[in-house]
């Protein structure tokens, strides 16, 4: 559900700034980056992830550090390729990293404790995540199939 409620949010702020690409190779609106924000989204949320479950070890920091890594050079690609500026990458990766650290704050302080403690809970997660997700994913093709990504 974080991931899609990031996937949405990337949506509406490009939308809103409607700031231009760098090149001609896409024609939606280029800020913020919808990868970098993306990814991440996904690092933050599994570098928090690791430090939870794992605490600080020296495992932890080399597998924190290679995942920050990949994140900053897959997201460098979109620099280097032409699709996007260096800002469109770095609003992208704040944007993506603030929601990423907010959502696992979600996640742990009012979600998760009720999903444990009730299996009406579960169930209702569970369904309403399915739905949402399908919705998204539908809004996502609609989407694609106009080439606004």
């Known amino acids: 559900m974080g991931t899609v409620l990031n996937f949405w949010l990337s949506i509406a ?3 809103m700034i409607n700031q231009e690409r ?3 190779l896409r024609s939606d609106p280029g800020m913020p980056s919808s990868h970098a924000q993306f990814l991440f989204f996904a690092v933050v949320s ?8 794992m605490k600080i070890t020296v495992l932890t920091v080399a597998i924190g550090t290679f995942t920050l890594i ?10 280097s390729q032409g699709l996007h500026t260096k800002n469109q990458v770095l609003a992208g ?6 929601c990423g650290m907010t ?5 742990h302080e009012f979600v998760l404790e009720a999903v444990i ?9 569970a369904v309403a995540s399915a739905v949402f997700c399908i ?15």
Do not use: D
């Open 13 to 15: 702020l490009k939308q």
């Open 22 to 24: 760098p090149s001609e």
């Open 46 to 53: 599994a570098l928090l992830s690791l430090m939870k479950w």
């Open 70 to 79: 990949c994140g900053s050079y897959l997201s460098w690609l979109r620099v």
């Open 93 to 98: 990766a704040a944007i993506g990293s603030i």
């Open 103 to 107: 959502w696992f704050w979600v996640w």
């Open 117 to 125: 403690s009730s299996n009406w809970v579960q169930k209702t997660v």
């Open 135 to 149: 919705i998204c994913s539908l809004q996502s093709l609609s989407h694609l199939r106009r080439g606004e990504y």
